[in-house]
């Protein structure tokens, strides 16, 4: 299984961002797909995640209001559209997915998925 992250780049504060996960297995297969981010020196923590059905969404309370996670089943992609970004947000993303169904895990647990992308670049001015 593959996810690879695309749409990292470097932008301005206040600038926008939108950044796609495209899984080598069909959504039918994740129950889960969250996004992570990690900062130099610091822990990875969880940004959103959306369930499979788009039934439920998820945030971090630092991107309530600024980034929307979203799925689009004809292109097999979830989106993570981050708007008013700050230099705060400056981090390397990974795309992870969850194909246990372990739900045991919050949403915002690393244990809870199990197959992770490489990253894509975030940096903030």
């Known amino acids: 299984v593959q996810l690879v992250e695309s749409g990292g780049g470097s932008v301005q504060a206040g600038g926008s961002l939108r950044l796609s996960c495209e899984p080598s297995?069909?959504?039918?297969?994740?129950?889960?797909t969250g996004w992570f981010r990690q900062a130099p020196g610091k822990d990875r923590e969880a940004v959103a995640a959306?369930?499979?059905?788009?039934?439920?969404?998820y945030y971090a309370d630092f991107v309530k209001g600024r980034f929307t996670i979203s799925q689009e089943y004809a292109k097999n992609t979830v989106y993570l559209q981050m708007n008013n970004l700050s230099s705060e947000d400056t981090a390397m993303y990974y795309c992870?997915?969850?194909?246990?169904?372990?739900?045991?895990?919050?949403?915002?647990?690393?244990?809870?998925?199990?197959?992770w992308g490489q990253g894509t670049q975030v940096t903030v001015s």
């Open positions: 297995e069909s959504f039918d297969r994740i129950y889960t």
């Open positions: 992870a997915a969850d194909f246990r169904g372990d739900f045991s895990a919050e949403w915002s647990a690393t244990r809870r998925y199990n197959h």
């Open positions: 959306i369930t499979s059905a788009a039934t439920t969404t």
